[in-house]
Nanobody, 113 residues
Framework: QVQLVESGGGLVQPGGSLRLSCAASGIIFSINPMNWYRQAPGKQRELVAAITRGGTNYADSVEGRFTISRDNAKNTVYLQMNSLKPEDTAVYYC????????WGQGTQVTVSS
């Protein structure tokens, strides 16, 4: 059974930092690309960052502030988020993209003073 478990969300002031983690089990983690998505209230889920064998990609809105990385020995993917803004407030999800198509339960990130 595949499980993706996110952690590390919380409340942070504008300009602050958080590091999200996503621990995977039940898959051969090292061969899979991994994504981070987010969904703000009333908005569609959007792709924030992706990591593949070829490198990393970011949404324009987070480029230069967020960094995706992975530790294959720990079956974990991370999202380091710096210089956070109120508009980064959302539920953040990790994802194994199609054809596998697995999702975690999400972790809430709130950026507010």
């Amino acid at each position: 059974q595949v499980q993706l478990v996110e952690s590390g969300g919380g409340l942070v002031q504008p300009g602050g930092s958080l590091r999200l983690s996503c621990a995977a089990s039940g898959i051969i983690f090292s061969i899979n690309p991994m994504n981070w998505y987010r969904q703000a209230p009333g908005k569609q889920r959007e792709l924030v960052a992706a990591i593949t064998r070829g490198g990393t990609n970011y949404a324009d809105s987070v480029e230069g502030r967020f960094t995706i990385s992975r530790d294959n020995a720990k079956n974990t993917v991370y999202l380091q988020m710096n210089s956070l803004k109120p508009e980064d407030t959302a539920v953040y999800y990790c994802n194994v993209p199609s054809p596998a198509g697995y999702w975690g339960q999400g972790t809430q990130v709130t950026v507010s003073s």
